[in-house]
């Protein structure tokens, strides 16, 4: 397949370009500020996804089986600071992306996140559970969700995904790294105990788009996960003994909640997935947190100071 991928130098879109060059597929891959080479990437095109113009001549020009959408301000703390350009990744280019792919009778992968949930249910938000987002975040990839089925609904399947692992190309995305950057910067990372979460790693869920891809049936919202739910503070230690890393060189500072209220105000406490009816359809695995860790890899950047750890 042709595939026009968005966001071709982020977390999930790096990992999605190297899982599509396995399996045979063309991906022309868009980035923005990043420079350099990109593991998977057939054609690499720096373009500014606000510019709709642009844009759409390019996505013309490739003429795409599939567009997969992997650029977004993804985290919480960037799109309060800059609203309008969220607004702008998050919301319209989703819903110019949708009708693009309408027009030109291509599938469409985008994604979500768990973080349309508000967190409050113990149990696990099912495909049945009324979105109900706490945070601006939340907000747009909720609105997101709305405008892509309505601009292209027999092409369009939304995944919202969980917190994720794994190695992303900059060193600095995902859950370990962060841990690591504060590890050897000699911070004490904040780890909260009642906040559960259900990670996968991105490149389980760049397999899993992959295959949706790959087959016909597959139309709509879909929930993804992990095998297992865990608090933040149990992941951060299980991160600290994977690495075999002591309490000294890799201190973690448990939380509650109510010790941070603030912060609690804008973060969801659980927020696990019920994940029927992928769950048991698909070939990939849904993965357990040990099978996670095993993938992991010390980041490049702070290796020097792991060896003088380890
Ligand atoms: N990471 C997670 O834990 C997580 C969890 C659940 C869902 N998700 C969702 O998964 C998707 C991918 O997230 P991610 O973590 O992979 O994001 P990411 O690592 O922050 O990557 C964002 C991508 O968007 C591109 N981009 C941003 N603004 C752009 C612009 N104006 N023009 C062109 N490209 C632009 C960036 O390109 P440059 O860097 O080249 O500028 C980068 O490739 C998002 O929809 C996110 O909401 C992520």
């Known amino acids: 397949m042709k595939l026009f991928l968005t966001g071709a130098s982020g977390f999930v879109g790096s990992a999605f370009a190297k899982a599509a060059s396995r399996r045979g597929h063309h991906v022309t891959g868009i980035v923005g500020a990043f420079v350099g080479t990109l593991p998977g990437v057939n054609e690499n095109r720096s ?6 113009a642009a844009l759409t001549s390019a996505i013309l020009d490739t003429f795409p089986d599939a567009i997969v959408n992997c ?37 469409f992968i985008h ?7 508000d967190g409050a249910s113990a149990t696990p938000y099912s495909l049945q559970s009324s979105p109900k987002p706490i945070n601006l975040y939340g907000r747009q990839k909720l609105e997101s ?12 399947i939304t995944l919202r995904a969980p917190l994720l692992a794994g ?29 559960i979460r259900q990670p996968c790693t991105a490149a389980n869920l760049a ?18 996960a992990g095998a297992d739910a865990l608090s933040r ?41 019920d994940l029927k009816p992928l769950a048991g359809k698909v070939k990939t695995p849904i993965e357990t947190f040990d099978a996670q860790l095993d993938q992991l890899i010390i980041p490049p950047a702070f290796r020097a100071w792991y060896f003088t750890q380890a």
Not at 207 to 224: I, K, P, Q, T
């Open 47 to 52: 373009l500014d996804l606000t510019d709709d």
């Open 71 to 107: 650029a977004a301000v993804a985290e919480p703390a960037r799109c309060d600071a800059d609203p309008a350009r969220a607004q702008a990744l998050n919301v319209a280019l989703p819903a110019t992306l949708a009708r693009l792919a309408h027009h030109l009778s291509a599938k």
């Open 111 to 117: 994604l979500s996140s768990e973080q349309v949930f």
């Open 145 to 156: 969700e709305r405008l892509v089925h309505a601009a292209a609904p027999e092409f369009a």
């Open 167 to 195: 190695n992303s190309l900059s060193g600095t995305r995902s859950l370990h790294e962060r841990l690591f950057a504060d590890w050897s910067a000699g911070k004490t990372p904040r780890a909260f105990s009642d906040e």
């Open 207 to 224: 397999d899993l788009m992959l295959e949706l891809l790959e087959r016909n049936d597959a139309c709509g919202v879909y929930h993804w």
């Open 233 to 273: 503070l149990e992941i951060a230690r299980r991160v600290r003994a994977h690495f075999k890393l002591s309490e000294t060189a890799a201190p973690i500072e448990a939380m509650t909640r109510a010790a941070d209220p603030r912060a609690a105000s804008k973060r969801q406490a659980t927020l696990t997935l």
